[in-house]
């Protein structure tokens, strides 16, 4: 029997957000993903579901994710609906609309962002209720990600970071047996070309929300186009955090 303590919503007031209990919120949140990964070690994927299930549909899951989306950098980037929750009433509010019966991705607003080389790598901004979304099942998905991924992978984990990947490059070849070569690769548009058949068989996630966020297409010059492949960059989920499951 899965159960959890549950944390109940304050009244509705422009004031609520503030008065939200916050430390009890956490520590629902972090219950749960501790039993998630808990379960990941014991092979039970049927307890993972179900817990995701919970976390997913929790008060205090779809509370820390409005914070998260709406207190990151990019909480004054909005999506297509043009859309921003900055008040603490619109936060509030926020929670109430992070519902899985009838939800329905809005289209991506498609932006460009200057690279190195002189090219442009272009993005995917989903509207802030998206984001908020994506940052609710992120929390379900991620402590799957991080029990079974390579201990050795540094890229998009969270407390990680190239200083750790620096450091771990310097053990390993400070080694008497070292490695004679260290070999480095690009994949040309990696994340524009991943199949979504491939994503729907392997992230272990409920499989509705994926297909749609993974067609929500994207809207460019007031032109919707459709997404049949390849993920957005520029989402809560990225497509690393993603693909860690394999």
């Not at 989306?69 to 936060?91: H, I, P, Y």
């Not at 499989?207 to 049949?228: C, D, N, Q, R, V």
Request: aromatic share 8%; with cysteine.
């Amino acid at each position: 029997m899965i159960t959890s303590k549950t944390v109940s919503a304050p009244t509705n007031s422009s004031e609520a957000w503030n008065q939200l209990p916050w430390k009890k919120c956490q520590k629902v949140v972090m219950r749960l993903q501790r039993r998630i990964v808990k379960a990941v070690q014991e092979g039970r994927w049927s307890k993972v579901k179900a817990l995701q299930h919970l976390l997913t549909r929790s008060f205090s899951g779809k509370t820390l994710a409005v914070k998260r989306v709406t207190e990151n950098q990019g909480k004054n980037t909005a999506g297509v609906d043009r859309q921003l929750w900055s008040t603490c009433n619109a936060k509030f509010q926020g929670i109430k609309q992070l519902k899985q019966r009838g939800y329905k991705p809005s289209p991506l607003k498609r932006i460009y962002i200057s690279k190195s080389n002189g090219k442009r790598r272009p993005l995917g901004i989903p509207t802030i209720k998206d984001r908020a979304m994506q940052a609710l099942y992120l929390f379900a998905l991620e402590p799957v990600s991080e029990t079974i991924s390579d201990r050795h992978s540094y890229g998009f984990r969270p407390k990680r970071s190239c200083a750790d990947a620096i450091v771990a490059c310097h053990l390993l070849l400070a080694r008497r047996n070292r490695p004679q070569w260290i070999l480095e690769g690009d994949i040309k548009g990696c994340f524009d070309n991943i199949n979504h058949e491939w994503l729907m068989k392997h992230i272990p996630m409920e499989k509705k929300i994926l297909h749609s966020w993974l067609k929500a297409g994207f809207l460019e010059s007031k032109t919707l186009y459709p997404t049949t492949a390849g993920t957005p960059q520029g989402g809560t989920i990225t497509p690393p955090t993603m693909l860690q499951k394999t």
